[in-house]
């Protein structure tokens, strides 16, 4: 098994590495439908654990229902430390359009299919997703989150997160159910949470940050290219090294349907950026340069 050094963080009652796994590229393409290597996408995730990942980040939404079952296809029954985290809030058309999908029918629905499709009684983790593709979008979460809260309490959820929100909808979430982590757009260019990120940490909630190498279009940085040559490694290693360095709370989950990619974003956790490379790096979010 590799040694991950990147430390650990506590999720409610469940421990996970801070290099975890986002499943959403084992789905086709637009993340719906089957993937394109079945077999390739199994062995990327026995790979995964293999390595050392305990935390997978999916969605029911992702293909629809693909890619929770590609999981317990490759590792069901599951480790014991390995935790599954998942979100509702969406669901996909025929068409494969995503629609909001969170009335309480809808959510409880949704918890149903991911207990089914994972092959488990209690889901680890539970994310409300409440904005759109990138950004959060105002609004109260009262009523989704209030539901999602119901059905933890009949002991099919162990813990409650939130995704794509704002300060306020943690803040009024926080006030219906215990938050264990929050899943925001977030990375070396995309630096809207800076303030957030620091208070989570103070309150021992995770942060996970998603797109962390730039989303469906990768980081290209001139200065990150340079910073990634002078350290012989990729420029994709070296964002998501410093997200691991930017503060302890943040929990990291890139997504890869390749075994070498795979492997080369593990061995991010092991890349110690120097103080001077981070002033070089933390400049590229501040716009002073590209």
């Not at 089957?34 to 305990?54: C, I």
């Not at 704002?166 to 995309?190: D, F, K, M």
């Not at 070498?260 to 001077?276: C, E, K, M, S, V």
């Amino acid at each position: 098994m590799t040694d991950l050094t990147d430390g650990t963080f506590r999720l409610g009652d469940r421990v996970v590495r801070r290099m975890g796994y986002g499943a959403m590229q084992l789905a086709g393409p637009g993340v719906f439908g089957p993937p394109k290597d079945h077999a390739a996408a199994v062995t990327v995730l026995r790979e995964a654990v293999a390595s050392g990942v305990n935390h997978i980040d999916t969605s029911d939404f992702y293909g629809p229902h693909v890619t929770n079952r590609l999981i317990r296809e490759a590792l069901h029954p599951y480790p014991d430390d390995l935790t599954i985290v998942t979100k509702l809030g969406a669901m996909r058309g025929d068409d494969a359009s995503w629609i909001m999908a969170r009335s309480p029918a809808d959510l409880t629905q949704g918890v149903h299919d991911n207990l089914r499709n994972l092959g488990v009684d209690v889901i680890d983790v539970v994310n409300l997703r409440v904005g759109g593709i990138h950004d959060p979008i105002e609004g109260s979460i009262e009523q989704a989150f209030t539901t999602l809260a119901e059905l933890q309490q009949q002991g099919l959820i162990r813990h409650l997160g939130l995704s794509n929100v704002t300060s306020a909808q943690i803040t009024e979430g926080r006030r219906i159910a215990p938050v264990v982590c929050v899943q925001n757009h977030y990375n070396l260019v995309h630096r809207g949470d800076d303030a957030l990120i620091g208070d989570l940490a103070g309150e021992g909630i995770a942060y996970v940050p998603f797109f962390p190498l730039g989303g469906f279009t990768p980081l290209q940085s001139a200065t990150l290219s340079d910073v990634a040559a002078r350290l012989q490694a990729t420029p994709m290693q070296v964002a998501l090294a410093w997200l691991l360095q930017r503060s302890p709370n943040l929990l990291l989950i890139p997504g890869t349907s390749s075994v070498g990619h795979l492997r080369q974003n593990i061995t991010a956790a092991t890349l110690t950026l120097p103080d001077a490379v981070i002033d070089e790096l933390n400049a590229i979010g501040t716009g002073t340069v590209d």
